[in-house]
């Protein structure tokens, strides 16, 4: 399934006309379209669904999600919630994506107040792995500006030469020796228009008749009093003159569809018009300015002409107020002209090349990039399915009452905080926290009895008696452990306040390994700017063996699988191949070919450096043959003093959400916190553990 994102160069481009001819285009072409209009941006005088959307519903038949409103989106900028706003944006673009073959994006639309909407498209088009069309009109510009444009706008999205940039489409064009000569001009400007590279997907013509507007539309946006509507909700306005000559010398301008612009007291130019209407001139109507109307006895002269259609409109505004407010009306098409929208569609279609999209659409896309936003959202509506119970033992600490309270509200999990009823609803008051009457609060104080004789039993190998049990489950952390371990809850999140040690040691004597494999490693998620990555092993195990850096990295790789990544591991190194010695190097060489030999279908390879690992013209270079430099998505260092160095220097330096540590190798879900934890990184722990139970008990 591909994504198809629509980003404006500027203002008057069009969107959603180009929308509307690339969908009807796509469909001619046998392919299943669907449309998504991300934020919403009503015009002044909208009320109802969004105009993109009824425009698209109405002409096409095909229906779409609520955008996001606009109130929101400013909400959740000023508030520095744009995470928040991407998953929702991710959200209900998957209620439209199902079955089809393409879903086509339409941007924002610059306006004069915001100077956000071309940062947004950028974050936008990233949160849902598109590919980028670029729309562009020349408008008052020069080829050359119209260009500048273009290559500007082009940048927000990696540039022209970037391989998600599949070129521009070129709206009302104006040229007097026809469009293929304009065309010719603007490549000429801009020579990379038109290669293989960034390709020309139409050159669309103005046509004024689609332009226009009906006179109902005008009197609506100008809050016109009708004096007599007439046909005004079927004429077209194609031309607006101000009456201020006399009637003999504005005779001849009296033509179909022209809007006649005059004082109400011009008695004679009200009767010229009346005239030409009766006279079979379908003017667009007669709008009247000032204060004053028409005299009564001119009006009932008149009544014929009205009779006939003539739409008459009167505004309290002076001439030239009311010139001034008609040039600068918006003239997209509103959302009930259907007439029109299915008339644009058409001619728009019949201007644009789909068959240059052809290779690209043809070609399934066997991996999407998991973005962020998108990452974020599969893993709460994942969470939320899978309805499991996770035990918090740090239930008195004030992150991890905040975390619990979200998970309850949004169904992430039902959570068990273990502690002192009293102690975290001192905490909620302090903290300004209502506490649902869902959320579950156990003292454990008052249960741990019941724990002593399965402990005992459990660990009766190793001599364990009711009072050292007794003395072990005053930590919390032990007690949610064998609450875990007996089944009455599906996971375990701890580290707010504990050290890693501290989680996994109760882990390992009563929980165990999974089968098939012999130690405990972690991963973390990172959620970089374009695509989330598989960091592994960051937090456990400080110098592993070659067996055990094989096992760690078959672990992440099924990690990744439960969380949506396409997992493509690299085994990470200061060498690339063969190209350097050492003992460290042979490790991670040793270390592949254990993992290859137990995964032959895994795409494994190393050693490889980070960039080879990363970075697709460095891994072509270091190491051509391989199925993973250059594109890799799990990432396993050899130690744990480089795995924790780099995740560290990745997550500040380049800003991104680290989610995790998250523990694997255990035959049930225990997942340790950085005791610098964040609420959000303790709710998407929670939710990961949660996806976790969920994969166990599949």
Same mark, same amino acid.
């Given at each position: 399934?591909?994504?198809?994102?629509?980003?404006?160069?500027?203002?008057?481009?069009?969107?959603?006309?180009?929308?509307?001819?690339?969908?009807?285009?796509?469909?001619?072409?046998?392919?299943?379209?669907?449309?998504?209009?991300?934020?919403?941006?009503?015009?002044?005088?909208?009320?109802?669904?969004?105009?993109?959307?009824?425009?698209?519903?109405?002409?096409?038949?095909?229906?779409?999600?609520?955008?996001?409103?606009?109130?929101?989106?400013?909400?959740?900028?000023?508030?520095?919630?744009?995470?928040?706003?991407?998953?929702?944006?991710?959200?209900?673009?998957?209620?439209?994506?199902?079955?089809?073959?393409?879903?086509?994006?339409?941007?924002?639309?610059?306006?004069?107040?915001?100077?956000?909407? +071309? &940062?947004?498209?950028?974050?936008? =088009?990233?949160? !849902?792995?598109?590919? %980028?069309?670029? *729309?562009?009109?020349?408008?008052? $510009?020069?080829?050359?500006?119209?260009?500048?444009?273009?290559?500007?706008?082009?940048?927000?999205?990696?540039?022209?030469?970037?391989?998600?940039?599949?070129?521009?489409?070129?709206?009302?064009?104006?040229?007097?020796?026809?469009?293929?000569?304009?065309?010719?001009?603007?490549?000429?400007?801009?020579?990379?228009?038109?290669?293989?590279?960034?390709?020309?997907?139409?050159?669309?013509?103005?046509?004024?008749?689609?332009?226009?507007?009906?006179?109902?539309?005008?009197?609506?946006?100008?809050?016109?009093?009708?004096?007599?509507?007439?046909?005004?909700?079927?004429?077209?306005?194609?031309?607006?003159?101000?009456? +201020? &000559?006399?009637?003999?010398?504005? =005779?001849?301008? !009296?033509?179909?569809? %022209?809007?006649? *612009?005059?004082?109400?007291?011009? $008695?004679?130019?009200?009767?010229?018009?009346?005239?030409?209407?009766?006279?079979?001139?379908?003017?667009?109507?007669?709008?009247?300015?000032?204060?004053?109307?028409?005299?009564?006895?001119?009006?009932?002269?008149?009544?014929?002409?009205?009779?006939?259609?003539?739409?008459?409109?009167?505004?309290?505004?002076?001439?030239?107020?009311?010139?001034?407010?008609?040039?600068?009306?918006?003239?997209?098409?509103?959302?009930?002209?259907?007439?029109?929208?299915?008339?644009?569609?058409?001619?728009?279609?019949?201007?644009?090349?789909?068959?240059?999209?052809?290779?690209?659409?043809?070609?399934?896309?066997?991996?999407?990039?998991?973005?962020?936003?998108?990452?974020?959202?599969?893993?709460?509506?994942?969470?939320?399915?899978?309805?499991?119970?996770?035990?918090?033992?740090?239930?008195?600490?004030?992150?991890?009452?905040?975390?619990?309270?979200?998970?309850?509200?949004?169904?992430?999990?039902?959570?068990?905080?273990?502690?002192?009823?009293?102690?975290?609803?001192?905490?909620?008051?302090?903290?300004?926290?209502?506490?649902?009457?869902?959320?579950?609060?156990?003292?454990?104080?008052?249960?741990?009895?019941?724990?002593?004789?399965?402990?005992?039993?459990?660990?009766?190998?190793?001599?364990?008696?009711?009072?050292?049990?007794?003395?072990?489950?005053?930590?919390?952390?032990?007690?949610?452990?064998?609450?875990?371990?007996?089944?009455?809850?599906?996971?375990?999140?701890?580290?707010?306040?504990?050290?890693?040690?501290?989680?996994?040691?109760?882990?390992?004597?009563?929980?165990?390994?999974?089968?098939?494999?012999?130690?405990?490693?972690?991963?973390?998620?990172?959620?970089?700017?374009?695509?989330?990555?598989?960091?592994?092993?960051?937090?456990?195990?400080?110098?592993?063996?070659?067996?055990?850096?094989?096992?760690?990295?078959?672990?992440?790789?099924?990690?990744?699988?439960?969380?949506?990544?396409?997992?493509?591991?690299?085994?990470?190194?200061?060498?690339?191949?063969?190209?350097?010695?050492?003992?460290?190097?042979?490790?991670?060489?040793?270390?592949?070919?254990?993992?290859?030999?137990?995964?032959?279908?895994?795409?494994?390879?190393?050693?490889?450096?980070?960039?080879?690992?990363?970075?697709?013209?460095?891994?072509?270079?270091?190491?051509?043959?391989?199925?993973?430099?250059?594109?890799?998505?799990?990432?396993?260092?050899?130690?744990?003093?480089?795995?924790?160095?780099?995740?560290?220097?990745?997550?500040?330096?380049?800003?991104?959400?680290?989610?995790?540590?998250?523990?694997?190798?255990?035959?049930?879900?225990?997942?340790?916190?950085?005791?610098?934890?964040?609420?959000?990184?303790?709710?998407?722990?929670?939710?990961?553990?949660?996806?976790?139970?969920?994969?166990?008990?599949?």
């Amino acid at each position: 399934m591909h994504t198809l994102f629509l980003a404006p160069c500027g203002f008057g481009g069009g969107l959603n006309s180009i929308s509307l001819g690339l969908i009807r285009a796509l469909e001619r072409a046998g392919l299943k379209v669907g449309f998504f209009k991300p934020i919403a941006q009503p015009f002044p005088n909208d009320q109802g669904r969004e105009r993109s959307c009824l425009l698209v519903e109405s002409t096409l038949s095909i229906t779409s999600p609520e955008p996001v409103p606009l109130a929101q989106l400013e909400r959740q900028l000023a508030n520095g919630e744009l995470d928040l706003l991407l998953e929702d944006v991710v959200s209900r673009y998957q209620q439209v994506a199902a079955g089809k073959d393409v879903v086509i994006v339409e941007g924002m639309v610059p306006t004069r107040e915001s100077d956000y909407t +071309a &940062r947004i498209n950028a974050l936008l =088009a990233k949160s !849902l792995d598109a590919e %980028v069309i670029l *729309v562009a009109a020349q408008g008052d $510009d020069e080829l050359k500006q119209l260009a500048e444009r273009i290559e500007i706008q082009a940048q927000m999205f990696g540039g022209a030469k970037d391989p998600k940039v599949l070129g521009t489409i070129l709206n009302k064009v104006k040229s007097e020796d026809g469009v293929p000569a304009f065309v010719e001009r603007i490549k000429a400007q801009l020579p990379l228009l038109g290669s293989d590279i960034f390709q020309l997907l139409g050159a669309v013509p103005f046509n004024a008749e689609l332009n226009a507007l009906r006179t109902c539309d005008i009197a609506s946006a100008l809050g016109a009093r009708v004096l007599s509507a007439g046909e005004a909700d079927q004429r077209r306005v194609q031309k607006i003159i101000l009456a +201020a &000559r006399t009637v003999p010398n504005m =005779a001849h301008l !009296l033509q179909p569809g %022209v809007l006649v *612009v005059t004082p109400g007291d011009r $008695d004679d130019v009200i009767l010229a018009a009346c005239l030409a209407s009766l006279n079979g001139v379908k003017l667009g109507g007669l709008l009247l300015t000032g204060d004053f109307g028409p005299d009564q006895r001119i009006l009932d002269l008149c009544k014929a002409a009205l009779d006939s259609g003539l739409p008459v409109m009167t505004v309290q505004t002076g001439s030239y107020e009311t010139a001034t407010n008609l040039n600068g009306l918006n003239r997209e098409t509103p959302a009930d002209d259907v007439e029109r929208a299915a008339k644009v569609t058409d001619f728009i279609a019949s201007h644009l090349q789909p068959e240059l999209l052809h290779p690209r659409l043809s070609v399934p896309r066997s991996e999407l990039r998991l973005s962020p936003p998108a990452f974020r959202y599969q893993l709460v509506k994942r969470a939320q399915d899978a309805n499991k119970r996770i035990v918090l033992p740090e239930g008195n600490e004030p992150r991890t009452i905040r975390a619990a309270v979200i998970c309850q509200e949004r169904g992430i999990a039902r959570c068990v905080l273990l502690a002192k009823p009293e102690e975290v609803q001192a905490v909620a008051r302090e903290q300004g926290i209502v506490l649902p009457a869902s959320l579950e609060i156990l003292d454990p104080d008052a249960i741990t009895e019941r724990y002593v004789a399965p402990m005992c039993e459990m660990r009766k190998a190793k001599g364990l008696t009711p009072d050292d049990a007794r003395e072990q489950l005053k930590d919390t952390v032990v007690l949610g452990t064998m609450m875990l371990a007996l089944d009455e809850v599906d996971g375990l999140v701890s580290g707010a306040v504990h050290t890693t040690a501290n989680t996994i040691r109760p882990a390992l004597q009563l929980i165990k390994t999974a089968p098939g494999y012999s130690l405990v490693s972690s991963v973390f998620f990172m959620l970089l700017p374009d695509q989330v990555l598989v960091y592994g092993d960051c937090a456990v195990n400080p110098n592993p063996s070659a067996s055990e850096l094989a096992e760690i990295a078959l672990q992440s790789a099924e990690s990744a699988v439960a969380l949506g990544v396409n997992p493509r591991v690299a085994m990470i190194s200061y060498s690339t191949g063969s190209s350097g010695a050492g003992a460290e190097v042979e490790k991670v060489t040793e270390a592949t070919r254990i993992a290859q030999e137990r995964a032959p279908d895994l795409p494994i390879d190393g050693p490889l450096q980070y960039d080879a690992a990363s970075v697709l013209s460095v891994g072509k270079q270091k190491a051509p043959n391989s199925k993973v430099a250059g594109q890799a998505t799990v990432f396993i260092f050899p130690d744990l003093n480089t795995g924790n160095t780099t995740y560290k220097a990745v997550q500040r330096n380049a800003n991104c959400l680290s989610v995790g540590p998250m523990l694997q190798g255990l035959a049930k879900p225990v997942n340790d916190l950085s005791r610098g934890a964040l609420v959000d990184d303790i709710v998407f722990t929670i939710a990961l553990t949660a996806l976790q139970a969920a994969n166990r008990t599949a």
